[in-house]
């Protein structure tokens, strides 16, 4: 999981001009792999993982409760990420990770989502506007002077 992460996160920082923002060192690798680790041990937090037959995990995604006080943890829940292996971008498997979202807001009652993104990650962005998600006006300081723009998605 820390794997596609990494590889994942270092494209499209590398894409929106954030050369010096990406580590790949020791350090911050062994930090990613215990985040995973307490998402998939934290009773209040999911994660999942997208499989390709023969190629092994390409795509991961985590999910709990929004960790932002103005939404409504009865009603949202937060995509804190979805990643997937940039030779499987454009294949389905980042829109497979999120219907697995929106599948989790239906069948626990939820009426929308949230999530950050980094701002320069066009990609993102376009990915998410087609699924519904739209800015919320909340904004936070990311690398290089660009912000993460916090989205929301309403589903029923």
């Known amino acids: 999981m820390a794997d596609i992460h990494t590889r994942a996160r270092s494209a499209y920082y590398l894409a929106g001009g954030a050369a010096e923002e990406v580590s790949d060192s020791p350090a ?8 995973w680790a307490r ?70 009652g939820f009426t929308g989502g949230v999530l950050e993104r980094w701002e320069a990650n066009a990609q993102a962005g376009r990915f998410y506007a087609k699924r519904g998600w739209h800015e919320d006006g909340q904004r936070r300081a990311g690398p290089r002077g660009t912000d993460y723009v916090r989205m929301r998605l309403s589903i029923g």
């Open 39 to 108: 998402a998939i041990a934290s009773p209040g937090l999911a994660a999942l993982c997208a499989e390709v037959r023969g190629e092994g995990v390409v795509g991961v995604l985590a999910m709990g409760p929004p960790k932002d006080a103005d939404v409504d943890a009865s009603l949202y829940r937060q995509l804190f990420q979805i990643h997937v292996h940039p030779d499987f971008w454009g294949r389905g498997v980042g829109g497979a990770l999120h219907d697995a979202f929106t599948g989790h807001l239906a069948a626990g």
């Open 28 to 35: 911050v690798y062994a930090e990613r792999e215990a985040a």
